[in-house]
């Protein structure tokens, strides 16, 4: 993986860096790394020019979480200076949508448009997921698991997932679930006015379809798109029609 220095520390980051009409920015969601995206990777190369940073402190990025959304923001505005795009696609999930949601209500500069995947205008955190991970993180990972996935999730997937889980540390998720807890854009988002594509999973119960039928209502434009039998990891759960939905917005771009 290719890397780079934001605001004094390391940043890794994938790109497929072939030449096509579209750039996405992909950011994962509190605890994630670049490798929540893997089918998108090997699925929607060739379509755009995917770009797919570790957040500071995650994956394979140097640094320590960083503590608000807003922090967040002004980092990526930092990381899409370094690699020079110019313009872009932000498409994040869950944490990593409050983030391209911030950075469109900071006039982020060359935003063609964003793609929203299990996110809301609002993130509270249980205090049952605050508690879990933060008094017993290995024995707690399973039931968090199973809050991620539709019940209809293959227990191979969720097996890969826990796996994901447990080799990020809890301080890591406590600081992005302290982050998203404070994230609050509901009055806000009339001022968004780039196209935008909502992508939720009717079995998610983390960010339920009724944050994004909210997104959808509340953002001009905004297209809802529903996956069926996926929870809030729809992009690893049903790559196939999450690939085809985010193929299709981007096709849509062009008209």
Request: aromatic content about 6%.
């Amino acid at each position: 993986m290719p890397e780079i220095t934001v605001q004094g520390k390391v940043v890794q980051f994938q790109d497929s860096v072939k030449a096509c009409r579209r750039t996405i920015v992909f950011l994962h969601g509190a605890g994630g790394s670049h490798h929540t995206f893997r089918d998108q990777w090997a699925g929607l190369r060739g379509t755009v020019r995917m770009v797919i940073p570790d957040l500071p402190g995650h994956g394979r990025s140097g640094g320590t979480p960083l503590e608000s959304v807003d922090d967040c923001a002004a980092w990526l505005a930092g990381f899409i200076k370094e690699i020079g795009l110019e313009r872009c696609i932000l498409a994040g999930h869950s944490m990593g949508g409050a983030i391209a949601l911030q950075a469109a209500l900071e006039g982020f500069k060359g935003l063609d448009a964003l793609v929203l995947l299990g996110t809301g205008a609002r993130l509270r955190i249980s205090p049952v997921i605050f508690e879990g991970i933060g008094e017993r993180f290995r024995e707690f990972t399973p039931e968090l698991v199973g809050w991620m996935t539709s019940p209809a999730s293959s227990d191979l997937l969720r097996e890969d997932i826990t796996n994901d889980v447990l080799s990020t540390r809890a301080a890591t998720f406590l600081a992005d679930f302290h982050a998203c807890n404070g994230f609050d854009v509901m009055s806000r988002l009339g001022a968004i006015l780039v196209p935008t594509l909502v992508v939720n999973g009717d079995d998610d119960r983390l960010t339920p379809l009724k944050y994004g039928e909210y997104l959808a209502t509340n953002i001009p434009g905004a297209v809802l798109k529903i996956i069926h039998g996926a929870g809030h990891l729809a992009m690893l759960e049903k790559p196939t029609e999450v690939n085809a939905v985010i193929t299709s917005f981007v096709h849509s771009l062009e008209g």
